[in-house]
């Protein structure tokens, strides 16, 4: 059987030959070669491009503007530093510093670098990382080692582990040579006699939205920050690409001025004094709270005003914040009989009444408007002389006085003796009382306001009454600050304000001596002192209570000493006390030992003879 064998066509290698893909050659055909000459002139021309920008900022920078360039560049390299100084101190009349401001440290470490820390002594470690270095600091800082340890230990490049060292710590502990362990120079606030005058002296502290922690906050630290503070300086130099200063580089500085010491008019003695004495007698009556003031009767200077529960400006966080203020320039209440002295002067002055001028003084007086007005204590029908009805402090009769003036002649004389307007002692937080004007006055306010209600002051207000008539008759803006010191121990003294007059001299004396007559035989007795003769008057009034209502009660006696040529003028006002309601029992005994003190301090020397005082009574 034939057998046939198809055969299949082979390539050369003995396979057959590969098909085209339909299109294939057609894909071929339409193909172009590269041409490297294009290539190479586009990159020709784009480097041409780049040379010739150069070449243009080159020319800029050599020819066309190469002083202002150069500015920009200097500009770029410069820092500026502010350069401030220390806050000035704040000192009293004598030059006794209140508050001062000292170097401080705060001491901080970078954890990751303490970790480092090793100390080899004779060839041997003796102490390495965070936990030895707090053995060594713990003792210097006088921290608990492992509460400092924890502070040290971590990944942290800054934290905080002291504020405030002294320079002899940071002695200490810059001679262990800690690596790690920097600090920060700072400056703190310190006021070296604790809470004496930090009522008016005031304290600071930071403000949220400006930078530092040295603000004023309260009293003369607040009112006089720009005078203390001074004027910050800067410093100009140039740095380096790692912010170093460069040695050779540009350098400019404007050098701080420094602040000037506020030289206040209190003497920290007679301050000290009347605090203590203040306390005393809060303990010894039972009495809430109080205010003492001492204040020079020509010149207007105080030489203390007294808070009870005065604030330490060390420490103000532990006083509450409403009574962190000058309580003596802030708390308003009603003058009561200290007032009477006003409506005396304005009638002898207006020409009404003499201080012999003769009453019949009922114990209860019903006004023509119908309102009823009693004494403090029942008595029958007394005759009495303008200068007894003052010394007795009788309300009736101060009540048939005051209304032979007119409403209007009694508002002004309030408002001259300087109630309804701030005293301008300069205190930030001083109230300006309240005074309505007579046409706004009730059937009853308008004979109230004789003695001392219906109308509420401060205690400097009410004090500033008796330095007028003291002064005889010319009223003079109370003052804190003495003068400024400069570096060189000079002192620039405060010119005194021009004093105003309220009544005349003849006025002011025959109510000053009408006012000797409430301490030789009427309620102020307590008040007199061995060697001087004093003029002063007693008030019970009322002041709001905690609960917003007149509950509160102010005991209260301003005198002046010598009565016959005044220094001094001062006054004590009690709130609430338990042993007594009355001015002439609680607070004259206080006046009568803080102005003794004040005299001898002040080396005022005693009394002439007494004058021949008027007759209180009449037949």
Known sequence: MDERRTARPTSSAGRGAPRRRPGAAKRARGMRIGRPQMRQQVITLGALGVLTLFAGRLVMIQVVDPDDLAGQALESRLATTTVSTDRADIVDRNGEVLATSVTRYHVWVNQQTIAEFKRVENGETVAEGALDAAAILAPILDMDEDELAAKLVGDDTFEYIAKYVTPETWDLISDEKITGIESEKVSERLYPNGDLAGNIVGFVGGVQDRQGVEWGLAGMEKSQEETLLGTDGSLTYERGGNGTAIPTGEFAETPAE????????????????????????????????????????????IYAMADSGTVDPNDPGATDADHRQSAAVEDVFEPGSTAKAITMAAAIEEGVVTPTSRFEVPYKYTTPNGQEFKDSHEHGLEKLTAAGILSESSNTGTVMIGEKLSDETRYEYLKAFGFGTKTGIGMPSESAGILHDYENWDGRSKYAVLFGQAVSVTALQATQVYQTLANDGVKVTPSLIKGYRNGDGTIDEVDQAEGTRVVSEDTAKQVMLMLEDVTEG???????????????????????????????????????????????????????????IYGGVVSAPVFSDVAAFALQTLRVPPSDAAEELYPTTWE
């Open 258 to 301: 420094p602040g000037q010491d506020v030289v206040l008019t209190i003497d920290r003695d007679i301050q000290y004094y009347a605090q203590t004495r203040l306390d005393e007698a809060i303990a010894e009556t039972g009495a809430t709270h109080g205010f003492v003031t001492v204040e020079d009767a020509t010149t207007g200077e």
């Open 522 to 580: 009427g309620t102020g007795t307590a008040a007199q002192i061995d060697g001087y003769r004093v003029a002063g008057k007693t008030g019970t009034a009322q002041a709001v209570g905690s609960d917003g209502k007149l509950s509160s009660i102010v005991a209260s006696f301003i005198g002046v000493a010598p009565a016959d040529d005044p220094a001094i003028v001062v006054s004590v006002s009690l709130f609430d006390p338990q042993t007594s």
